[in-house]
């Protein structure tokens, strides 16, 4: 069983960078997809960025060119740099994990995804 747990966030002025990490347990070996999303308060959960195990990434149009997904397989850590905050990234933010031996199958579908974590909390201001 995939435990993931989010750390890193916390309250921006828009404009400014933060990081998320998303910190795996009970990983077995194999290939994988991992993922950020993120829940704004009436809002439907949407994928903002995803990875697969061979290093292909993904990114939503409303982040591409801001957001970097990254992980560390030595840690077992996913990352998301976040630079050039703007208000509406204001959300819930979450990790989400899934076995997977194809790249072209990670998607920003919630459904696929078997391990979520609990979710960490970014505030952009302006």
């Known amino acids: 069983q995939v435990q993931l747990v989010e750390s890193g966030g916390g309250s921006v002025q828009a404009g400014g960078s933060a990081t998320l990490s998303c910190a795996a347990s009970?990983?077995?070996?194999?290939?994988?997809?991992m993922a950020w999303f993120r829940q704004a308060p009436g809002k439907e959960r949407e994928g903002v960025a995803n990875?697969?195990?061979?290093?292909?990434?993904s990114y939503s149009d409303s982040v591409k060119g801001r957001f970097t997904i990254s992980d560390d397989n030595a840690k077992n850590t996913l990352y998301l740099r976040m630079s050039g905050l703007k208000p509406e990234d204001t959300a819930t933010y979450y990790c989400?994990?899934?076995?997977?031996?194809?790249?072209?199958?990670?998607?920003?579908?919630?459904?696929?995804?078997?391990?979520w974590g609990q979710g960490t909390q970014v505030t952009v201001s302006s």
């Open positions: 990875i697969h195990s061979d290093g292909t990434t």
């Open positions: 989400a994990a899934r076995y997977a031996i194809l790249a072209f199958s990670c998607t920003f579908r919630t459904a696929w995804y078997n391990y």
């Open positions: 009970g990983y077995t070996g194999g290939r994988y997809c």
